[in-house]
């Protein structure tokens, strides 16, 4: 047996999507016209073909969040979690998303638990959720991880779509300011050079002028395969870790990025162990876990020497208030629920708060961009456009 993805229609003009499983091609097109359906596509949803590398790259956050989501509610509806993801894949998932469901409906169905089966995808479901889902399995409170995985999913995502609206309008200014450079040095400057044609001593900005419009009108196929060089090399070198480790390092010594850096981190920790604690693990062993998804080099090792100290018997807030992540009045939050022993509340009220900081914080430089990139452009092509007015103007001073 097969699965295949559909369009089909019905008599009045409906539109119908999904899957259907059936032998081969014919007798699913023939189930779909026992149903009265007419068939317009039909393709086969073949795993073989999505690779891990293809999942990680189509599955985006939206997606993974949609998940989450439709299984939290079915689960607190009393629906098990293979029929769960079954239902999902049949009725609503995307065709990448399906496939990806398949192939773990597939490994629950013969003997695998949840997390092993998200844990062949680290790419679509990371660290932190994986281990989530184990402890939800193994407490039986799975519905509650997924709620709380789902809410944190939201926060990701709709941060998300801020920051890309955000920057719509300074990257469509940018990319209009180029298009205008690159129009008037390969149209207009080149007809106005005529102009200048056997005159001698032209001013230093003239000749600047028409130099750039001659080597670009010859050279510009290679720039741009320069530019595409450039960064595919830059692409590939960020993926080495010691490079990666030399970025962060940068980050967290600029004034403006380096306060954005560690509000990230705090998020990811202090979530991390909000949800841990949540689902009934203890401190320590949550610790371990949420060391893990922090990212940033420097940071996870001033955590890991924490942990360590917490080990050797130091207070919690007093190992980490040395590390970076945490200012002043996080850590008297922190003292405040290690002596009531409400750990998980503080833990959560701080991802809160850091969540609300990195949103002011992104809000203001994405407002700042705008007025800069509108400078930015009207700098560039303004400063082309005066020189081009000066170049016409010192013809005069030739007697032309």
Known sequence: MGVFLYRAYDSSGAKFEGEIEAKDKPQAITQLKTQGLLVAEMKPLVENGFSK????????????EFLTAELSLLLKSGVRIDRGIDIIRKNKAKP?????????????KSGSSLADAVRKYPKVFDKLYCNLIELGEASGNLSKVFEDLAVDLKFRRDLQSKIISSLTYPLVIFFVCILSVFFVFNFIIPRMSGMFEGLKDLPWYTSALLSTSAWLNQYQGLLFLGLIAFFGALYMLIKRPSVRFWFQTVALSTPLINNAVLTIERIRFNSGLALMLGAGLAIDRALILCIGNVSNHHIKRELEIAKDKIKRGNSLSQALKQTSIYPGFFISLLEVGEESGNLETVFDEIAKRSKQDFESWTARVTTLIEPLMILFMGGLVGGIVIIMLMSMVSINDFGV
């Open 96 to 108: 990448i998303l399906a496939a990806l469901l398949n192939s773990m409906s597939k490994d629950i």
């Open 53 to 64: 590398f293809s999942f990680s790259r189509s599955v985006s956050l939206a997606d993974l």
